[in-house]
Structures are given as C-alpha cells and as structure tokens.
C-alpha cells in the first residue's frame, strides 16, 4: 500500500506562483513514479508532471514545460511541484499519483494511488 498526502494550493492571480506538496509513504517498489495530474469538472485527469524517483528523471506535458518544475524533497518520499507564471487554464484540481515501473507515465489508468486532491485557482 502506498499513501499520498497533497499540501499546497490555493487562489493567486494570473502570473503568480504556487507550490504543491506530496508526501508519500507505504511501499517503496510500488512508487517508483510520483506524478502529478490534474482535473477539470467534466473532464479526465491529465498529466502535469512526473519524475522517476530513481535517478531524477523528470517528464513534462508540453503546456507546463519552462514554468513548472517537479523535484524530491527529502529522497524519495516527497515530491514538490513548483509552479510559475500560472495562468487561467491551469485552473484545476491537482492530484499526486504513484505507480510502479509498468505503464506510461502521462497515462492516469497506470497509477494505482492517488491523493486526495488540491484545488488550484488562477484568476485573470
């Protein structure tokens, strides 16, 4: 079993900043992955950002690429997404997903966990 714990989020302006925060504990071979997704009402959870937490290695959707960053924190039980120059579209709820070393790593219905979610709101 794996446990994820999101902290972050909240309401700025668009241009500003925000910081998310994933804990996760449990099993050490069953999150290999941590990721970070994203939902609108009405629509599928998306890939943000993911990063393969042996070795670093860091995987960004096309629209989040130069403004947001992912990292571990504190080796590999913490995963941070930084994220800058928010604009309206980023409006959403944000989830920390993990998952082992099988299935791609934008595609949600490999994860096995997930979060409880954050809400981030970018205003115009």
């Known amino acids: 079993q794996v446990q994820l714990l999101e902290s972050g989020g909240g309401s700025v302006q668009a241009g500003g900043s925000l910081r998310l925060s994933c804990v996760a504990s449990?099993?050490?071979?069953?999150?290999?992955?941590l990721a970070w997704f994203r939902q609108v009402p009405g629509k599928g959870r998306e890939a943000v950002a993911a990063?393969?937490?042996?070795?670093?290695?860091?995987y960004y959707v096309d629209s989040v690429k130069g403004r947001f960053t992912i990292s571990q924190d504190n080796g590999e039980n913490t995963v941070a997404l930084q994220m800058d120059s928010l604009q309206p579209e980023d409006t959403a709820t944000y989830y920390c997903?993990?998952?082992?070393?099988?299935?791609?790593?934008?595609?949600?219905?490999?994860?096995?966990?997930w979060g409880q979610g954050t809400q981030v709101t970018v205003s115009s």
């Open positions: 449990g099993n050490v071979y069953i999150r290999k992955w």
């Open positions: 990063i393969y937490t042996d070795g670093g290695s860091t």
């Open positions: 997903g993990a998952k082992g070393w099988r299935g791609d790593w934008h595609k949600a219905g490999a994860y096995n966990y």
